[in-house]
């Protein structure tokens, strides 16, 4: 029950946090880019990573924990291709004369 109740709040706060970096990420980058907010973008997909290996680890064939694994895994994945897109356009940009 425990840990039922702790990854229903921990998936709450991850897709709050990584909504956020994808708001911050569309609308003022500049702010995503400084050192405190690429580390909550790392520390979120980190955390994200550990939340979906719980989730596996869950036997559970509730509905509602098979949707909150699923909306967990698309938001932590945007937020991973956040992160991947962000490292092209970087190189991209700075290859440029």
């Not at 039922?4 to 995503?32: E, G, H, N, P």
Request: aromatic share 12%; charged share 15%; proline share 1%.
């Amino acid at each position: 029950m425990l840990k039922r109740i702790l990854l229903l709040l921990s998936t709450v706060f991850l897709v709050i946090i990584q909504s956020t970096v994808l708001y911050f990420w569309i609308v003022d980058w500049r702010k995503l880019v400084t050192y405190d907010g690429l580390i909550v973008w790392s520390a979120s997909i980190i955390l994200g990573i550990i939340v979906h290996r719980f989730y596996s680890s869950l036997n559970s064939r509730e509905k509602s924990f098979e949707i909150l694994k699923k909306v967990h895994l698309i938001s932590t994945s945007i937020t991973i291709f956040l992160g991947i897109l962000s490292l092209l356009i970087e190189s991209v940009t700075s290859s440029m004369p």
